[in-house]
């Protein structure tokens, strides 16, 4: 019903609306540029600027003349690309740790770590820190200096800290 409503709102004085839009002034086209309307509407413009582009220029000829253009083989530039995979594969290290039940690896790029070296390298660091400096861990692994230190400054492995009860009655769990 709210159709229909709506329908019959919509049409009221509707032949109204369109008598008075037909009737309305029709818009002027924007005037023309005044090298195009000045012309004298003949094709003897186009005649002038085909015989013009034909014709030697001496200054343009000069400028051109005066470009240099050095190309290089584009087969050459796929071969240089080719070899850049090979070197990088020349630089990988053997895997030092690896954690069971994950992928086997047998070796990893320089500069990268595993998850599980990762772990084994934080932990080492945070067991002995004096023993396991960053400069042990970079040479260990491969890695950058920095990047070692940045690596031991913000990855913390996850500590568990066992707080005694300070009551004697409180409940505790007891290890089975």
């Known amino acids: 019903?709210?159709?229909?409503?709506?329908?019959?709102?919509?049409?009221?004085?509707?032949?109204?609306?369109v008598h008075r839009e037909i009737s309305k002034e029709k818009p002027r086209a924007a005037p023309r540029h005044p090298a195009?309307?000045?012309s004298?509407?003949?094709?003897?413009?186009?005649a002038d600027t085909?015989?013009?582009?034909h014709q030697k220029n001496d200054p343009l000829l000069k400028l051109l003349k005066s470009v240099y253009v050095e190309s290089k083989d584009p087969a050459a530039a796929a071969q240089a690309s080719r070899e850049v995979p090979a070197v990088k594969e020349a630089a990988r290290r053997p895997l030092r740790y690896s954690l069971p039940g994950l992928v086997e690896l047998?070796?990893?790029?320089?500069?990268?770590l595993t998850?599980?070296?990762a772990l084994k390298a934080l932990s080492s660091h945070q067991q002995q820190p004096h023993a396991w400096t960053s400069e042990k861990i970079s040479q260990e692994y491969s890695l950058d200096l920095k990047d070692t230190k940045a690596l031991l400054q913000f990855f913390v492995p996850f500590q568990v800290?066992?707080?005694?009860?300070t009551t004697a009655n409180a409940k505790q769990i007891k290890a089975s």
Do not use: Q
């Open 1 to 17: 019903m709210g159709a229909r409503v709506a329908r019959m709102v919509r049409n009221i004085n509707l032949e109204n609306r």
């Open 36 to 38: 195009i309307s000045g």
């Open 40 to 46: 004298s509407g003949g094709g003897g413009d186009a």
């Open 50 to 53: 085909a015989g013009s582009v």
């Open 106 to 112: 047998t070796d990893v790029p320089k500069g990268k």
């Open 115 to 117: 998850i599980a070296e």
């Open 161 to 165: 800290e066992i707080i005694p009860p």
